[in-house]
């Protein structure tokens, strides 16, 4: 099993400013990993997927790169809407996996 | 617009049975893969079962595997699981998810979920 490991836990920031997530992975999973925001009481909603393509209707203010085990997603001009959770998946292989997530927080 | 709209879950017995449904509107059901997605109260989310378009693949996570069952009726734009044997560490919100074309894909639309509550 491909285990995925976010950091930070939590992450404070500025509205305005910018945050950036990392999630490592325990073995190589290509591009095959997608970002997920998740509000309170809220489904996820699918950002990014293939490490850096923007699912429809994402604003370029939200970015993806990397590629094997080491992923960073790239929040700009933070805005109130943003501050939720943020998951990682990966889906090269079986079982499809989940990172624990990162809590993005107004400072 | 993509509707996924879960029902089924209760509140049910350890070691009891239920069945998940999830009706899908707005896509061409039957070309897509399709998942269950769960998420222990205030835990993250766990990957729990595919199935592909035709229902003629299907995965599981390690921790349901023998116990839950997904199937889906594509004439009906259905997506379901089986779970048997409930355990405490299943009760959970269970979310339908959709893939995409091929078996590898993200997840890009979901439902709001269903409560399934494993208790005595």
């Known amino acids: 099993e491909t285990v995925l490991t976010q950091s930070p836990g939590t992450l404070s920031v500025f509205s305005g400013g910018r945050a950036t997530l990392s999630c490592r992975a325990s073995q190589s999973v290509s591009s095959y990993l997608a970002w997920y925001q998740q509000k309170s009481g809220q489904a996820p909603r699918l950002l990014i997927y293939?490490?850096?393509s923007r699912a429809t209707g994402i604003p370029d203010r939200f970015s993806g790169s990397g590629s094997a085990t080491d992923f960073t997603l790239t929040i700009s001009r933070l805005e109130p809407e943003d501050f939720a959770v943020y998951y990682c998946?990966?889906?090269?292989?079986?079982?499809?996996?989940f990172g624990q997530g990162t809590k993005l927080e107004i400072k | 617009e993509v509707q996924l709209v879960e029902s089924g879950g209760v509140v049910i017995q350890p070691g009891g049975s239920l069945r998940l449904s999830c009706a899908a509107s707005g896509f061409t059901f039957d070309d897509y893969t399709m998942h269950w997605v769960r998420q222990a109260p205030g835990k993250g989310l766990e990957w729990v079962s595919l199935?592909?378009?035709?229902?003629?693949?299907?995965y599981y996570a390690d921790s349901v595997r023998g116990r839950f069952t997904i199937s889906r009726d594509n004439s009906k734009n259905s997506l379901y699981l089986q779970m048997n044997s409930l355990r405490s560490e299943d009760t959970a919100l269970y979310y339908c998810?959709?893939?995409?074309?091929?078996?590898?894909?993200?997840?890009?639309?979901w439902g709001q979920g269903t409560l399934v509550t494993v208790s005595s």
């Open positions: 293939a490490a850096s």
């Open positions: 199935i592909n378009w035709d229902g003629a693949s299907t």
């Open positions: 998946q990966q889906y090269g292989s079986f079982p499809y996996t």
């Open positions: 998810a959709k893939g995409g074309l091929k078996i590898t894909g993200q997840f890009d639309h």
